[in-house]
């Protein structure tokens, strides 16, 4: 499997971003997704997750009720629309994607495709 982030960049507190995902590969379209984030000397984070199937979606609490993250199986493609960003939402995004972890699939220990990572950064 093959990841593609993009959509990342520099937007004041209060602001929106979308990022995108695009996946491609043999097993891309069975594979469960997500999103984590890491900010600089910090551990890499789970922010949410969405099925193969995109019916089930999981959110970190941090991001709940502000990120909504959805899947277009036609372009093989996970979107996480981010509304109300804060600084502390300042962070290079990754999306990851697999098939071996049980649901909510939170551990990035679990997964075994990465994107290369997109920046985020939230001006106060």
């Known amino acids: 499997v093959q990841l593609q982030a993009s959509g990342g960049g520099l937007v004041q507190a209060g602001g929106s971003l979308t990022l995108s995902c695009a996946a491609s590969?043999?097993?891309?379209?069975?594979?469960?997704m997500a999103w984590f984030r890491q900010a600089p000397g910090k551990e890499r984070e789970f922010v949410a997750s969405i099925t193969w199937t995109g019916r089930t979606t999981y959110y970190a609490d941090s991001v709940k009720g502000r990120f909504t993250i959805s899947r277009d199986g036609a372009k093989n493609t996970v979107v996480l629309h981010m509304n109300s960003l804060k600084p502390e939402d300042t962070a290079v995004y990754f999306c990851?994607?697999?098939?071996?972890?049980?649901?909510?699939?939170?551990?990035?220990?679990?997964?075994?495709?990465w994107g290369q990572g997109t920046e985020v950064t939230v001006s106060s």
């Open positions: 990851g994607a697999t098939t071996l972890a049980a649901w909510p699939p939170i551990d990035p220990s679990k997964f075994k495709y």
């Open positions: 590969g043999r097993t891309s379209s069975s594979s469960d």
